[in-house]
């Protein structure tokens, strides 16, 4: 029953983090799109510079939190593959 419970929440708790790295990655993306087009606009006035900067500082904020989801992932990652190493090498109880 544990193992069983221990999988189910395993696997939620890989869900919500893809979930939340696709949400962070998919924002950056929509940022860094959004900056593209700002860049076209820059001529127009000064006013569109405050903006990009303060865009540019989003997106910035953006890739942080990407960033640190994606190095999340791959320790979560490391750590079970350490673990079924582990397990994997111990002898059986008998």
Do not use: W
């Not at 544990?2 to 708790?13: G, H, T």
């Not at 950056?28 to 700002?38: E, K, P």
């Not at 860049?39 to 510079?49: F, G, K, P, T």
């Amino acid at each position: 029953f544990y193992m069983a419970c221990r999988q189910i929440l395993k696997d939620y708790m890989k869900k919500l983090e893809r979930e939340r790295f696709e949400a962070d990655l998919k924002e950056a993306h929509d940022v860094l799109a959004h900056m593209g087009s700002r860049l076209h606009d820059i001529e127009r006035n000064d006013q569109s510079v405050v903006e990009l900067d303060a865009e540019m500082g989003h997106m910035i904020e953006a890739l942080h939190e990407v960033e640190a989801d994606f190095e999340n992932l791959v320790r979560t990652r490391s750590r079970m593959l350490e673990r079924q190493d582990s397990a994997a090498s111990k002898p059986d109880k008998v």
